[in-house]
């Protein structure tokens, strides 16, 4: 292997690896004179000769009538490799942390308008069990698809689906279209018991739908978060009025 390979693959380019071989082998010499030597244009040559400078590969004449540049001693690259490696060992513990830190941190994302949201929900569709406890009032008005979509998912046991609604009559009448089976299970609040929102869990997600008086929607990608309102949402499912007393 030659030595300008050996100079790159320890930290040079290509042509500074030229220029510094060519300045070793001359020992003193003008920008002319290396320039030469290594095969690189002269301007191009002075300002790697700069970058060598702060290197420590290269230096200037001192008092020469002219300018011209002299070689340090290779020395200084082992002394910089080691300098590098000293300051790898000293933080190293640092950078494992962070490389070992857990990376499912909460993250909240927002989706604000109708297409957004569409998208949301179709994300939700694709989902293996979902939890919805809110109402459909103001959605069905704005996806009246989105129903058939998530009901025949159920019927072809893609997505299972819990689902606690309240007894205004846009939920009732939705809840009388939808074909109970054991993947589509429905459940009602006690009457004059409100969501003003839709809710939704899916896949380690917790998701706030909000209609009025703007369409937007509030994603929280949280396993601990996600698993406590599931238990809070058991509690309810207990409580929460049959699907047969409701809908006869």
């Not at 030659?2 to 920008?31: C, F, P």
Request: charged share 25%.
């Amino acid at each position: 292997m030659e030595i300008a390979e050996i100079l790159e693959k320890i930290g040079l380019n290509q042509k500074e690896a030229m220029v510094y071989m060519a300045l070793l082998e001359l020992g003193t010499s003008s920008v002319e004179g290396i320039a030469k030597k290594a095969g690189t244009k002269r301007p191009t040559t002075y300002l790697i000769l700069d970058e060598l400078q702060k290197k420590g590969l290269a230096a200037l004449v001192p008092r020469a009538k002219k300018i011209l540049y002299m070689p340090e001693s290779p020395d200084k690259i082992l002394s910089d490799l080691n300098r590098k490696q000293e300051l790898v060992k000293r933080f190293m513990p640092n950078l494992l942390a962070v490389y070992n830190e857990p990376k499912n941190k909460p993250q909240v994302l927002l989706f604000e308008g109708k297409e957004a949201i569409k998208d949301l929900y179709d994300k939700i569709l694709n989902a293996k069990e979902v939890i919805f406890f809110g109402t459909i009032r103001d959605f069905v008005t704005i996806y009246p698809d989105y129903e058939k979509k998530l009901v025949a998912n159920t019927l072809a046991k893609k997505t299972k689906v819990l689902e606690i609604l309240t007894q205004n009559p846009a939920d009732l009448k939705f809840a009388e279209n939808v074909t109970h089976t054991e993947y589509y299970q429905q459940r009602f609040t006690k009457p004059g018991e409100e969501f003003l929102t839709d809710n939704c869990l899916f896949d380690g997600n917790v998701v706030f739908f909000s209609y009025q008086p703007h369409i937007f929607a509030v994603l929280i990608q949280s396993k601990t978060i996600h698993q406590s309102l599931r238990t809070l949402f058991e509690f309810a499912w207990k409580q929460a009025e049959p699907y047969d007393k409701i809908i006869k």
